[in-house]
């Protein structure tokens, strides 16, 4: 349960999956979007979750492929995760990109731009049985949904 050290290609996939829409959402915040009164405690949970998850992703072995077993159950599960988030992000980005949109839900799953990603990587982890990475997504979890909630009810 605490993982093997190398590299995979599965995580990097994942970070991929997560980096490139994020990137291009650089250029492309909401209106009138502002981290301003984001609270710390919050935003300090989200980086070190961000940090150990993307560690986690990128340097356990244990979530490359190892044949098909029931355990690959989790990984598709993450995967499909990861494929409604790219989703939710091509909807986003084709809207007028207002707080309400970039806060959306997703399939019946609220702010799903923070919580899918959230989830994938926690199904992740029990797929490859890194108790680092599920430790690491519960932290982000905080964090990074936390704040879109904070924003979602607060409209900051």
Not at 113 to 134: D, N
Request: net charge positive; proline share 3%.
């Amino acid at each position: 349960m605490i993982g093997h050290l190398g590299f995979s290609y599965v995580g990097l996939l994942f970070m991929l999956m997560l980096f490139i829409p994020n990137i291009m959402w650089a250029k492309r915040q909401p209106q009138g979007y502002s981290a301003e009164n984001e609270n710390k405690i919050l935003l300090m949970l989200e980086r070190v979750g961000e940090v150990l998850a993307t560690c986690c992703a990128l340097f356990f072995s244990d979530f490359n492929l190892h044949g098909i077993s029931k355990w690959s159950l989790w990984l598709a599960a993450a995967f499909i995760l990861m494929i409604m988030y790219e989703i939710w992000w091509v909807r986003y980005f084709k809207s007028e990109r207002k707080q309400v949109d970039f806060y959306s839900s997703f399939l019946g799953i609220p702010v799903a731009g923070a919580t899918l990603p959230v989830l994938a990587f926690f199904l992740l982890g029990i797929y490859g049985k890194v108790i680092w990475m599920l430790i690491a997504s519960i932290i982000l979890g905080i964090g990074h949904i936390g704040i879109h909630l904070q924003h979602f009810i607060y409209g900051f």
